[in-house]
């Protein structure tokens, strides 16, 4: 958040973990994916020196299958070790770190008490299916960017032996902000609304849309409210070649392993409520982010 013509809405998701009592975040890996790994890290590491933010920002992958001796691998590491089947992992962007973390370490996944995450495509959703350009949004097809970035990394993730629950694409564009949203949102100082306006516009445009979408907050708000949501168990057959694309594919064997799947938010008034009450205490006990 905050780097021009790029995604805000994992700025928007650490400004929400921040404002909620039950969560203590341990620290924050960075990746690829928004952006290059060295403008994400820098991005990332400004803002929690802005902020004040007490716990670390690792510098993680950079491409897909580099070296897993990073900072961001043996923080995961050493925290799994440290606190061993305590831990929640949410991941908002491509999984590299938990890949390079399990090379590392090959227990890791073991010692992790259950992972949520944003990412993939169902290949169909409802009534609409999946073109291979990936999801039709205005008049633009989206790829999928979080698995389809490192499906190495991905296939690892969702066959892991800790419970992970996956919140795909179509389902998070159950969560539009606009305009109005970023109006009413007078916590916030005015340069970060105007940042958020800038993206209604940008993505707008790029899609012939009134709004953009709060993609990694779904994972977010479920890591404390499951119950605003319906997810089903999804025993998981997608290959290696089906996550190239993001594709998140039903096994047809029942007694597949499975992971759970984030399919709808229940009541949408209670989710952007939520979120409003979280964002507004941290606006209330942090310094803000400058920009
Ligand atoms: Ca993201």
Known sequence: MGIPLKEVDD???????LGVDEIKILGVTTTFGNGTIDQTYRQTHKLAQQMNLEFPIL???GQ??????????????????QYPHQLSILTTGPVGNLHAANQLDPDFYY?????????????SHGAQSISPKGIKLGYRYLHELNFSANPEAAIEMLHAPCPVTVFPGQ?????????????EALWWPQKLRRILTHWVIIFGLYCGVPEFYLWDLLPAVYLTNPNLFE?????????M???????????PDPKAPFIQVGMS??????????????WQRTAKNFPPPQF
């Open 11 to 17: 700025g928007l998701t650490l400004l929400y973990l």
């Open 59 to 61: 510098q993680g992958e």
């Open 64 to 81: 897909r299958g580099q070296n897993p001796d990073t900072p961001a691998a043996h923080f995961l590491v050493n925290s799994v070790n």
């Open 111 to 123: 010692k992790v008490k259950r992972i949520v995450a944003m990412g993939g495509y169902l290949r």
């Open 171 to 183: 389902v998070c564009l159950q969560a539009a902000f606009r305009r109005k949203n970023i109006k």
């Open 231 to 239: 997810t089903i168990a999804f025993p998981l057959g997608s290959t």
């Open 241 to 251: 070649q089906d996550l190239k694309d993001g594709l998140l594919i039903k096994n």
């Open 265 to 278: 938010i229940c009541n949408p008034t209670d989710f952007y409520s939520n979120l409003s009450a979280a």
